[in-house]
Every structure is written in structure tokens, then in C-alpha cells.
């Protein structure tokens, strides 16, 4: 019997417990756990252990050291509000795809031993916080931690450099880590939609291979300059940021891969001027918001007719500081030929009386007098 069978066998135990069973303690579930893992000591990948009415994770599940994917979905993973017990540095979590863990999840510190995990889902559930543990999985590329009432993420979240895919949307969040991006250069997609996160801290503009962004129900306020240092950036969600997102800075024209993007419902009343530039743009949501620049009747034409609109505007702007400061340029260059004309006049006359003329071939000092 493989390990998976083991597995699926503890299940169908526990799914036809008493509920006096169901009171046991957790380092007797923990046992029946170890003892089912014993029974084959074979490598395991993917273990799915949904629908089994688990009401926590024992620590067992720790010494599972090839696991890429764990299924707790569909359990009754609650502690009862009556338990005494609890696990130190544990963290409640719920379902999605890898580890998918249903109602409130019990999860100890060991599973942050399992380093070659690679997706974790812990998505759906009541979470308040994540272990700072969870840097220790170095090898992991895709987390799912929506769904949940995280106040913030862990600084140490920066450590899981393998990271390619990151889900932290419809939770409690007021911000990001200041460190977040230094460490996620491997990122290339954020979903952070659905908080309440104001600012963006300047390292989330340092993951370089980011592809996909979406903040929309947020409550930024302003979108930093060094959103142009995203030079992979394909999809950008800024929608619906209501009365607080009132601008996009000038480099949004820096984002040459730039293909959709939405900044729907916000307080919008012009594009920048750079805005011409995103000639690979193919969808663009400018809706509810109250746009002078470009005018609706441009914006009602689609997209290439807003981008060329931009573009337009951008070169007439363009030309118009040219002449500007060719104008300001022949202004200096009159004023400057005056003053030399003035400087020399007075270099002659240095020292002469008003009768003095400038008679060719004189010296300095020198005085031409009429007979």
C-alpha cells in the first residue's frame, strides 16, 4: 500500500469517528497521523487529503520531505472555541490549489520544514497573520493567501525567492512589506485587489520580471514614479480606487510591454502626456472618471484612438517648448549682442570727452579733434 492510500485511509478513519472521537487531543491525532505515514516510508508528491473531516493538521505532516502539493480541502480544520491546547506558532488557513485548506486550519511550524514544497493554497479561510516561518520555503512559486483577514504579510515572505505567483487580494491589508520586492525578483504576478492598501512601497517596483499587477479596490492614493522601472509589465488594475487615485505619474509612458489596462472608477482628470507612448496598449478601461484629457469623444473611439490622441498632444507639446526656447534663445542672443555693443562703446570712451570720435586707427586714449 502506497503512501497515498495510507493517507486516503486515514481519512476514511477519521470521516467515521464519533464525536466522542472527535474530541481527542491533538497529540493523539498527531499519532494516528505518524502511524499512517509509517506504513510506507516512500517518497510522496501530492498528498489529498479533502473531505476528510480533519479538524487540524498534525505536525506529522511535516516529515513528508518531498511534498510539492498537500489537499486539506473540504475538512472541519476548526478549533473549538472550548480547546485549551494549541500548537505554538501555528496559523488557521483554508482552500485552493496545492495546499487547499478548508475552515479554520491548524498548521504547525514543521511544514515549514518541507523545502521542496512549491505551491502552497491557503486561500478562502479566517487568517489573521502568516508564521514568519513561511520564508523558510525557499522553493515555493505559487502562494494563495486570499480570501482571509491578514492585517499584513510577513517581512520575511521577501525570502521565498522562487516565488513566481503571489495572491494576497480580499483580505485586511493597509500595506505591503518595505522589503517585499527586493527579495521577489522572480514575481511575475501580484493580486492584491480587494484590501485597503493606500501607498505601494518603492521595492515593489524593483521586481523586474513582474508581468501582471492588479490593486484595483484598493484605496491608493497615488501610484509612485517608479512604476516605469517595470519594464515587463503586460496587465495593470488600478481600477476602482474611487476618490483617492486622482493622477498616474508621467513614466506610466515608460511601460513599453504595457498591454491592458484598467484605472475604471477613480478620480481621473487627465492622462499624462506620456500616456502616447504605450503604442503596444490593446485594452483600455478609462470609465467613471472625470476625464478632460483625452475628451469622451476620443475615448468613445477605443483604444489606438486615445494612444494616438496622447501621442499627438505629447509632440504638439513638444514643438511648442521648442519654439518656446528658440524664442527665449534669440531674446538672450538680442539682449547679449546689446550689452557687447554697450561694452565696447564704453572700452573706447573710457576716459574721453563727449566730442571724442571714433576715428579709425586711433589708440585707446588717443582724442580726434575737429580743426
Given amino acids: 500500500m502506497g503512501m497515498g492510500d495510507c493517507l486516503e485511509r486515514f481519512c476514511e478513519e477519521e470521516t467515521g469517528r464519533s464525536d466522542r472521537e472527535n474530541d481527542l487531543e491533538d497529540g493523539e491525532l498527531n499519532q494516528r497521523v505518524v502511524r499512517v505515514l509509517l506504513r510506507d516510508g516512500g517518497a510522496v508528491e501530492r498528498v489529498d487529503l479533502s473531505r476528510c473531516e480533519l479538524r487540524f493538521l498534525p505536525e ?26 494549541v500548537p505554538a506558532g501555528v496559523v488557521t488557513m483554508k482552500t485552493g490549489v496545492g ?28 487568517l489573521k497573520s502568516l508564521p514568519d516561518s513561511i ?15 491578514l492585517n499584513a504579510l510577513p517581512a520575511s515572505i521577501a525570502r521565498c525567492s522562487s516565488l513566481v505567483e503571489l495572491d494576497a487580494s480580499f483580505n485586511n491589508l493597509t500595506c505591503l512589506p518595505p522589503n517585499i520586492g527586493y527579495g521577489l525578483l522572480n514575481l511575475k504576478k501580484l493580486s492584491i485587489h480587494l484590501n485597503k492598501i493606500r501607498t505601494l512601497p518603492p521595492s515593489v517596483f524593483e521586481m523586474w520580471s513582474l508581468q501582471y499587477l492588479d ?54 482628470g487627465a492622462l499624462p502626456d506620456t500616456f502616447g507612448w504605450l503604442e503596444n496598449l490593446s485594452k483600455l478601461n478609462l470609465d467613471q472618471n472625470p476625464l478632460v484629457i483625452p475628451p469622451k469623444e476620443i475615448v468613445s473611439n477605443g483604444v489606438e484612438a486615445v494612444v494616438e490622441f496622447m501621442l499627438k498632444r505629447w509632440v504638439n507639446i513638444i514643438e511648442a517648448e521648442e519654439k518656446r526656447s528658440m524664442v527665449e534663445a534669440n531674446k538672450q542672443g538680442e539682449t547679449g549682442w546689446l550689452a557687447l555693443g554697450t561694452s565696447v562703446l564704453n572700452y573706447f570712451a573710457s576716459g574721453v570727452s563727449p566730442s571724442v570720435t571714433g576715428s579709425p586707427g586711433l589708440r585707446k586714449g588717443e582724442v580726434s579733434m575737429d580743426p
Fill in 60 to 85: 506529522a505532516f511535516g516529515k513528508i520531505q518531498g511534498l510539492l502539493v498537500l489537499d486539506v480541502s473540504h475538512n472541519q480544520l476548526e478549533i473549538k472555541k472550548t480547546r485549551k491546547r
Fill in 99 to 126: 495546499w487547499l485548506l478548508s475552515a479554520t486550519v491548524v498548521i504547525p511550524d514543521s511544514l515549514a520544514g518541507l523545502q521542496k514544497l512549491e505551491e502552497l493554497n491557503v486561500s478562502s479561510n479566517l
Fill in 135 to 149: 520564508g523558510l520555503l525557499s522553493d515555493l512559486k505559487v502562494l494563495n493567501v486570499s480570501g482571509n483577514k
Fill in 215 to 268: 490593486a484595483h479596490l484598493n484605496m491608493l492614493c497615488t501610484l509612485p514614479p517608479e512604476i516605469g522601472k517595470l519594464a515587463n509589465l503586460e496587465v495593470l488594475n488600478l481600477s476602482s480606487n474611487f476618490n483617492d487615485l486622482t493622477e498616474l505619474p508621467e513614466t506610466i509612458g515608460d511601460l513599453p510591454n504595457l498591454r491592458e489596462l484598467d484605472i475604471s472608477n477613480n478620480q481621473i
